[in-house]
């Protein structure tokens, strides 16, 4: 097999490590906080914790660059028809996964419809598929060079718009920036997220914009590896293009400061540096150092095989977990993780055990569907 055409394990690894990452962080359980690195930046600043989402879109991207070759080879139509249908069944099963199950509980204990009217359209996986839709269709059709220019061109953008159409006073504030504005004027406040006691989604349709960039790089990351293939000129490109990448983002920061809710430009430049570099140090262990022979790589593998099915399995148990109540009166979510985890070790600890028991217990359900040779592709 060609160095061009064969696949390589640490880019099935990285992905691997992004979904399992993604589902610790979001199990923290209740009762106690997480460490401070499994908890997002509150609003500027950057957390390992933040690193997961862009992560995601890097490995997407580093996906398409074996994938979409297949594609041109069966036409132009067949490709639009393919990247749309993608990006349209995933947009979808966002919208459905925050709708689930599709009934609420009332104050006196009543199972209610839920209305539409209050379900979140903007969210991860619609954020995914946008990305994805986008990105295809880019690298297919725009030359390199250009494509490289306009992503340039877009992050200067960005930062420009953010200036200009957010609040004079403080536009780049959680109350006071255009991608809110926007996103209030699409959907409404009923379709945005509440976490931050406001209506602001920090997967907002202009925020958007700049997170196609990551997947874009990491597009440009697997395909620069096939081209250049197993050597240490690989790993040592790799290193340098991402510390351009991480100065690039230090030197911008001061003016656009690292904001993952905001998605800012230079968050960009700083989370598409750390996943090259961190796929520099897994190209260099696992194809030049030959540690695929150890035992930890294939437990990363299982995860990447069915990467959107664990996600939406960790998610959706969780919301069951919610929905579900014990004798005690307290749902299971907060029973397993106060009454359980925090009884065994009480305080952040605790709350890791219980992220931790959430990630294998999904990895297991990963490790069987490889076992009965299920891999569910969209």
């Not at 499994?38 to 991207?61: M, Q």
């Not at 209050?118 to 839709?133: D, E, H, K, N, S």
């Not at 976490?195 to 196609?212: K, N, V, Y």
Request: include cysteine; glycine fraction near 8%; charged fraction near 10%.
């Amino acid at each position: 097999m060609s160095e061009l055409n064969q696949r390589f394990l640490s880019l099935d690894v990285f992905r691997g490590l992004t979904i399992g990452f993604m589902i610790i962080v979001n199990s923290p359980g209740s009762g106690a906080h997480s460490f401070a690195p499994l908890v997002h930046a509150a609003w500027n600043g950057f957390t390992p914790t933040d690193l997961v989402f862009p992560s995601f879109l890097f490995a997407i991207g580093s996906a398409m660059s074996f994938s979409l070759r297949k594609y041109v080879a069966e036409g132009n139509l067949t490709v639009l028809r393919k990247v749309i249908w993608r990006t349209s069944v995933i947009f979808l099963l966002g919208y459905l996964m925050y709708w689930f199950p599709f009934f609420r509980i009332d104050a006196a204990g009543n199972f209610i419809e839920a209305p539409f009217s209050g379900t979140r359209i903007p969210g991860v996986l619609q954020r995914l598929a946008l990305c994805y839709g986008m990105g295809a269709l880019l690298v297919l059709y725009i030359p390199r060079r250009l494509l490289t220019i306009l992503g340039v061109a877009l992050l200067l953008f960005y930062w420009a718009l953010l200036l200009i159409a957010g609040d004079a006073e403080a536009p780049l504030s959680l109350t006071g920036n255009a991608v809110s504005k926007l996103d209030l004027w699409l959907f409404g406040p009923g379709h945005l997220w509440h976490g931050e006691g406001i209506p602001f989604d920090p997967e907002g349709m202009l925020s958007t914009l700049p997170a196609l960039i990551n997947l874009l790089i990491g597009y440009w990351t697997g395909e620069f590896i096939q081209k250049n293939g197993k050597n240490y000129e690989t790993v040592a490109r790799l290193m340098l293009t991402a510390v351009v990448l991480l100065f690039a983002a230090y030197c911008w920061q001061p003016f656009f400061p690292f904001n993952k809710k905001l998605w800012s430009s230079s968050f960009v430049l700083l989370t598409s540096g750390l996943d090259i570099m961190i796929m520099a140090v897994l190209f260099y262990l696992l194809e030049l150092k030959n540690s695929h022979k150890a035992c930890w790589p294939g437990f990363f593998v299982i995860f990447g095989k069915n990467p959107l099915v664990i996600y939406l399995i960790s998610e959706l148990m969780l919301t069951v977990f919610w929905m579900v109540r014990t004798p005690s009166g307290k749902n299971l979510y907060d029973f397993l993780s106060i009454e359980v985890f925090q009884s065994i070790v009480s305080g952040p600890l605790g709350s890791l055990l219980f992220a931790l028991s959430v990630m294998m217990f999904c990895w297991l359900i990963a490790l069987l569907m490889d076992h009965k040779k299920i891999y569910i592709r969209v």
